[in-house]
C-alpha cells in the first residue's frame, strides 16, 4: 500500500483530498493544527502539528517510514493591506506558503516520495491584494519548476494554480469582492474544493512523467494569462 502526506488535510481542498486518497486505497497521513470535527479521523493517521514549526519538520517525517506523494496543500491568507501588516503575520505566512512546504519536498524525498503536488494560487501570477500571500505563492511556483531541474525526472513535481475556491479562507473576503470574482468567471461561481482536489490527485498519480516542473491553472477562465 502506497502512503501519501497530505497537509491541511483535516478541512477544505485537503478534506476531499483525504477522501479521494481513501477512495484509492491509501494510506493517509494528515497534518493539521487540530482535527475536531474531522470525519476520516478513524481511517486517517491524523498528526497534530503546527507548520510554521519548520525546525521540526525533519524529525516529524524522519518518524513517518515511507512516504510516496507529497501534497502540499496548507496556506493562509491574512487580506491585509500591505501598509497594515504585522511582522508576526508576515513571519508566519513566510514559514506556513514557503518554508513549510520546501522543507516538506526535501524532507519526504529523502523519505522515498516520487510525486509532490504543490497548492499554489491564481495570485502567483496576476498579484493580489495581500501581497505576502502573492508573493509566497509566487515563490512556490518558482519553487515547483526549480525543483523539477534539481530532481532531473527522478522525482515528479507540479502544482495547481486555482482562483478562489469555496473553502473557509474565503471567510476573510468582502461580500463585495466575491461578488466581483463571480462576474469574472464563466460559470458565475467559485470553484469547489473537489475540482481542485481531482486536478492535484490526477498530477500525483495519473498524469505522465513528461508533465513535470508544470502548473495547472483551476481558474474557469479568470485572470487568463
Not at 508576515?90 to 522543507?103: C, G, H, R, T
Request: hydrophobic share 45%.
Amino acid at each position: 500500500m502506497k502512503t501519501v502526506l497530505i497537509t491541511g488535510g483535516n478541512k477544505g481542498i485537503g478534506l476531499a483530498l483525504s477522501k479521494a486518497f481513501l477512495e484509492l486505497d491509501y494510506k493517509v497521513i494528515a497534518i493539521a493544527r487540530d482535527f475536531q470535527d474531522f470525519v476520516y479521523a478513524d481511517k486517517v493517521e491524523c498528526i497534530a502539528y503546527d507548520l510554521t514549526n519548520v525546525e521540526g519538520i525533519p524529525a516529524l517525517i524522519a518518524s513517518l517510514g515511507q512516504i510516496d506523494i507529497l501534497l502540499n496543500n496548507a496556506g493562509v491568507m491574512y487580506s491585509l493591506s500591505y501598509d497594515a501588516y504585522p511582522q508576526e503575520k508576515v513571519d508566519s505566512m513566510l514559514k506556513l506558503n514557503l518554508e513549510a512546504p520546501i522543507k516538506l519536498i526535501e524532507c519526504c524525498v529523502k523519505a522515498g516520495a516520487t510525486h509532490v503536488v504543490n497548492n499554489a494560487s491564481v495570485a502567483g501570477y496576476t498579484g493580489h491584494p495581500d501581497i505576502w500571500y502573492g508573493m509566497t505563492k509566487a515563490a512556490l511556483i518558482n519553487a515547483t519548476k526549480s525543483f523539477a531541474k534539481i530532481f532531473e525526472g527522478k522525482v515528479v513535481i507540479n502544482a495547481v494554480a486555482a482562483s478562489p475556491v469555496d473553502t473557509d479562507m474565503q471567510k476573510v473576503n468582502t461580500a463585495e469582492r466575491k461578488e466581483a470574482f463571480k462576474k469574472s468567471v464563466i460559470t458565475g461561481r467559485f470553484a469547489t474544493p473537489d475540482e481542485v482536489a481531482k486536478a492535484m490527485v490526477w498530477l500525483a498519480t495519473e498524469s505522465p512523467e513528461y508533465i513535470n516542473g508544470t502548473t495547472i491553472d483551476v481558474n474557469n477562465g479568470s485572470y487568463m494569462r
